[in-house]
T-cell receptor, first 113, second 113 residues
Framework: ETGVTQTPRHLVMGMTNKKSLKCEQHLGHNAMYWYKQSAKKPLELMFVYSLEERVENNSVPSRFSPECPNSSHLFLHLHTLQPEDSALYLC????????????FGEGSRLTVL | AQSVSQHNHHVILSEAASLELGCNYSYGGTVNLFWYVQYPGQHLQLLLKYFSGDPLVKGIKGFEAEFIKSKFSFNLRKPSVQWSDTAEYFCAVRSSNTGKLIFGQGTTLQVKP
């Protein structure tokens, strides 16, 4: 149990579908992150929210749309994805002090057909 | 641009063998350094971290890492591995300027019983 819960754990979607990934943290942290983990590649930072405001967007395609309604919840809305977007999407949280460790969820395995 | 390089992509060892995984980063400023581990089917979790002080850092499960500033390196070591150490290991570096946590591509460790 990490204190960071991601749902769903597995998702299969077609290229025209719209779906969302959800992340919830129970650690009292004030920063949340989305990372993409693809085989044999470094984890790619996608989005960072600090105090519910987006502070980082690493040139992620607009077919990925994040939402952070409060400091405990983070969503990743998915729309018209491509097969190359298939990956493990990891959510993490931390205290907003740029020194603390990140606590990760178990990830949502996304397959785009 | 800031980057992290892990030289070993796949390491296979027998139980009781010694382990050293290499990690080098490219950033000249003050950094915080991390090693994360991902056991099969589990979430990423912190093994150890370095912020300042003694460059030899001890983590959980008998792991340690040494920060060598002149070499921009933070290699992970364990004197005697166990079958349960089979996992993927990620080095990560966070710069004090940007606060971004950048990961290496990971090293898969397979320990044979």
């Amino acid at each position: 149990e990490t204190g960071v819960t991601q749902t769903p754990r597995h998702l299969v979607m077609g290229m025209t579908n719209k779906k969302s990934l959800k992340c919830e943290q129970h650690l009292g942290h004030n920063a949340m992150y989305w990372y993409k983990q693809s085989a044999k590649k470094p984890l790619e930072l996608m989005f960072v929210y600090s105090l519910e405001e987006r502070v980082e967007n690493n040139s992620v395609p607009s077919r990925f749309s994040p939402e952070c309604p409060n400091s405990s919840h983070l969503f990743l809305h998915l729309h018209t994805l491509q097969p190359e977007d298939s990956a493990l999407y990891l959510c993490a949280s931390s205290q907003e002090d740029y020194t603390g460790e990140l606590f990760f969820g178990e990830g949502s395995r996304l397959t785009v057909l | 641009a800031q980057s992290v390089s892990q030289h070993n992509h796949h390491v296979i060892l027998s139980e009781a063998a010694s382990l050293e995984l290499g990690c080098n980063y490219s950033y000249g400023g003050t950094v915080n350094l991390f090693w994360y581990v991902q056991y099969p089917g589990q979430h990423l979790q912190l093994l150890l971290k370095y912020f300042s002080g003694d460059p030899l850092v001890k983590g959980i499960k008998g792991f340690e890492a040494e920060f060598i500033k002149s070499k921009f390196s933070f290699n992970l070591r364990k004197p005697s591995v166990q079958w349960s150490d089979t996992a993927e290991y990620f080095c990560a570096v966070r710069s004090s300027n940007t606060g971004k946590l950048i990961f290496g591509q990971g090293t898969t460790l397979q320990v044979k019983p």
